[in-house]
């Protein structure tokens, strides 16, 4: 068995403390192994002039990484899977998926005491998301929008200043894995607010599909929870057809021997089509989390070209 693993990631904060995480869980897992870790700069990194969607969408953070991966520079790579498109490039897998943190989002304001309820009218919201603008809007349509990029710091620095925005829309999870909500004025937004990114709040560790080795090593990392979730919200927004150019937010929650999840698909024009479906898990859970998300995406999209005039809904299984 491999003695040494190397792990790509990227070099942003939130990025390093996910590399981080995974070390330290791999080196509980697995004592005198070693972890080199490999940080690589992706073109999501180097143009941050542009908005996402203009410059390719969510597969510019995660290029190098997994060419370094099959061109053998690194073993295995970490992501945040909502930053994931849905297809896997020929070669690689998705591992291992760790227990998931808080996965909604959260405002956080330039001044405290405020709420999404109390902003002032025409109040300037930041978010480089097109799903997070879109569903602010329809809950409060005077809101202004504002596009920004950057890292986690480089987002909450628009707060402040003479022309500071009034709040920024974030992960909750990224700031949490920061250290950084003590220090904040948040609120965290419901999901009948916005319904957050598909796998928001869980990490996928990523692997080359024939070595055995390291994803024998990778194994004890994955939480069967976060896998069910990961893996029916995956499948829902492949249903669709979803992207960072698509508004569209999938949640997987578990009751009991149940698995639901919902799912909001949004247009421009302000249409849109939600719903949500339950199965109860059996002999293959991971088969039929797939297909729950499958089902409902289909479902939806199916739903949401139709535009029959009504806001589209369905419940059950």
């Known amino acids: 068995m491999k003695q040494l693993l190397r792990l790509g990631t990227r070099g942003s904060p939130l990025a390093l403390w996910q590399a981080d995480h995974i070390t330290e869980l791999l080196l509980a897992a697995h004592p005198g192994l070693t972890i080199e870790r490999v940080v690589i700069k992706t073109e999501g990194d180097r143009v941050l002039d542009r908005p996402l969607i203009e ?9 190098e ?14 992501h945040s899977l909502k930053d994931m498109p849905g297809a896997q490039p020929e070669g690689l897998v998705l591992d291992a998926f760790p227990t998931r943190a808080e996965p909604f989002d959260v405002m956080v304001f330039r001044h405290a005491g405020m709420t999404l ?14 799903r997070r603008s879109m569903q602010l809007l329809r809950h409060r349509a005077d809101l202004a929008i504002v596009g920004i990029r950057g890292n986690v710091g480089t987002r909450l620095s628009k707060l402040s200043g003479d022309d500071g925005l009034d709040a ?9 894995r920061l250290g950084l909500l003590d220090g904040l004025h948040w609120e965290r937004l419901g999901v009948e607010v916005s ?21 024998a090593l990778l194994a004890p990392l994955d939480d069967s929870e976060a896998r069910l979730f990961a ?24 009751s009991g021997d149940g698995l639901r999840i919902e799912a909001r698909l949004m247009d421009e024009d302000g249409w849109t089509t939600e719903g949500s479906r339950m199965v109860i898990l059996r002999d293959d859970p991971a088969a039929q989390a797939e297909e729950l998300g499958r089902r ?22």
């Open 168 to 176: 920024v829309v974030l992960a909750e999870a990224g700031l949490s």
């Open 195 to 215: 319904l957050p990114a598909p796998s928001q709040g869980i990490l996928g560790i990523q692997a080359r599909s024939d070595d055995a080795e390291t994803r």
């Open 231 to 254: 893996l029916a919200e995956r499948a829902c927004m492949l249903a669709v057809g979803g992207d960072c150019k698509t508004p569209f937010g999938a949640f997987a929650t578990r």
């Open 296 to 317: 409902l995406g289909e479902n939806i999209l199916e739903r949401h070209r139709a535009r029959d005039g009504r806001p589209g809904r369905i419940d059950g299984a």
């Open 117 to 130: 309820a109390t902003l002032p009218e025409g109040a300037r919201i930041g978010t480089g998301s097109i």
């Open 65 to 78: 990484l997994e060419e370094a991966m099959l061109d053998g520079r690194i073993d295995f790579a970490v």
């Open 55 to 63: 410059i390719g969408g969510k597969g510019l953070f995660i290029k």
